[in-house]
């Protein structure tokens, strides 16, 4: 039988070569989201007017957003993973820098939008190349509660995003 002493040297350049590699070869704690984890308990799982025909004769849709009875916050400052649909709201040249997040196709746009506590509004300092309205995405980055208000709608969450990546 081999034993092998540990020395000084070894343990210190292992953990060196731990401390330069790429940061996807270490393990990251990404939090995967869906939707309805962004509802706090008892709320409506389903928007009332996802369940009906859209009125197109009534006031403008901003004003047809369903109120948000809560937020979560048990994912405030971690990082975390969620699907969705870009919604623009800036850009630098032809990248997108802020954009809400939805959880479907015409959110905010050609249906009224959901209640805020189903809105993300994401902001990136690498500018996405979105192919067009309504690109679906996954959204990697900074996660937390903050009330924002657009034209469009009103958002209660953001997300500092590290990584967007088409769906």
């Known amino acids: ?9 070894a343990v210190l350049a292992a953990f060196g070569a731990l401390a330069v590699a790429p940061s996807g070869a270490m393990a990251e704690d990404i939090i995967d989201l869906k939707w309805t984890d962004l509802i706090p308990e008892g709320q409506p799982r389903v928007p009332p007017f996802v369940q009906g025909l859209i009125q ?7 004003r047809q957003q ?23 709201i800036e850009y630098s040249g032809t990248g997108v820098t802020a954009f809400i997040l939805v959880p479907f196709v015409g959110a905010c746009v050609h249906v009224p939008p959901p ?17 067009g309205l309504f690109e679906a995405v996954n959204v990697t980055g900074m996660f937390g509660t903050a009330s924002t208000s657009t034209q469009l709608a009103d958002i209660a969450y953001a997300i500092s995003a590290d990584r967007i990546v088409p769906f």
């Open 1 to 9: 039988m081999v034993i092998r002493r540990l020395d000084r040297r």
């Open 56 to 62: 197109h004769d009534t006031p403008a849709m901003t």
């Open 66 to 88: 369903p109120p948000s009875h809560g937020v979560r916050t048990d994912w405030n400052g971690q990082t975390v993973r969620l699907p969705g649909y870009i919604v623009p």
């Open 115 to 131: 209640p805020a506590n189903q809105l993300v509004f994401v902001t990136t300092a690498k500018p996405y190349e979105a192919t």
